[in-house]
Antibody
Framework: QLQLQESGPGLVKPSETLSLTCTVS??????????WGWIRQPPGKGLEWIGS???????SYNPSLKSRVTISVDTSKNQFSLRLSSVTAADTAVYFC???????????????????WGQGTVVTVSS | IQMTQSPSSVSASVGDRVTITCRAS??????LAWYQQKPGKAPDLLIY???SLQSGVPSRFSGSGSGTDFTLTISSLQPEDFATYYC?????????FGGGTKVEIK
């Protein structure tokens, strides 16, 4: 059964870089059928998509975060990672990783929605 | 694509029919998903492709719409349905979510 698990520091200082890893078990991250994504949720607020990555390394980012975000994939470890630089208190949130289908030319190779989610990890930005 | 959900909250009783709407600022074909989120948990996928019921989701949940206007309907609200619901367009990057609708006990 496919499972995703986020890991990383729960506390990051302002101006530093937030780094999280999502470990995929029960399926290969090298599957050509899916994108792997990061979503966050500030306390008491809604969901915000951060970005997604394909196994080939192809990425797409939220324009509001693009200048600070890097998502990478390590197929040998079946993991993908998030780096968010120059963090402020506004980046305090629960960070989720999730899987969504790869779509091309109007055809989707799986369910075109975030079908599988990690449990989420709380990251607090504070000195 | 901006996603606007309404209402932002609704009070309802067990057995009530509840309808939540989601409007996209641009057409997103039928690439619209609905999620349910309970406090402290990750969202659960309910509906994808506007009207397809995710495996294991009760049939009292249904979705409809295409283009810019979409609806999630709970036909007979159950105690476990009190939660926050989000829509999300999957037509194109950047992916975007609606602001959420909190379904509360009346």
């Amino acid at each position: 059964q496919l499972q995703l698990q986020e890991s990383g520091p729960g506390l990051v200082k302002p101006s530093e870089t937030l780094s999280l890893t999502c470990t995929v078990s029960g399926d290969s991250i090298s599957s050509s059928n899916y994108y792997w994504g990061w979503i966050r949720q500030p306390p008491g607020k809604g969901l915000e998509w951060i970005g997604s990555i394909y196994y080939s390394g192809k990425t797409s980012y939220n324009p509001s975060l693009k200048s600070r975000v890097t998502i990478s994939v390590d197929t040998s470890k079946n993991q993908f990672s998030l780096r968010l630089s120059s963090v402020t208190a506004a980046d305090t949130a629960v960070y989720f990783c999730a899987r969504i289908a790869y779509c091309s030319a109007g055809y989707c190779y799986g369910i075109n929605a975030f079908e599988i989610w990690g449990q989420g990890t709380v990251v607090t930005v504070s000195s | 694509i901006q996603m606007t959900q309404s209402p932002s909250s609704v009070s309802a009783s067990v057995g009530d029919r509840v309808t939540i709407t989601c409007r996209a600022s641009q057409p997103c074909s039928s690439w619209l998903a609905w999620y349910q989120q309970k406090p402290g948990k990750a969202p659960d996928l309910l509906i994808y492709a506007a009207s397809s019921l995710q495996s294991g989701v009760p049939s009292r949940f249904s979705g409809s719409g295409s283009g810019t206007d979409f609806t999630l309907t709970i036909s007979s609200l159950q105690p476990e349905d009190f939660a926050t619901y989000y829509c999300q367009q999957a037509n194109d990057f950047p992916l975007t979510f609606g602001g959420g609708t909190k379904v509360e006990i009346k």
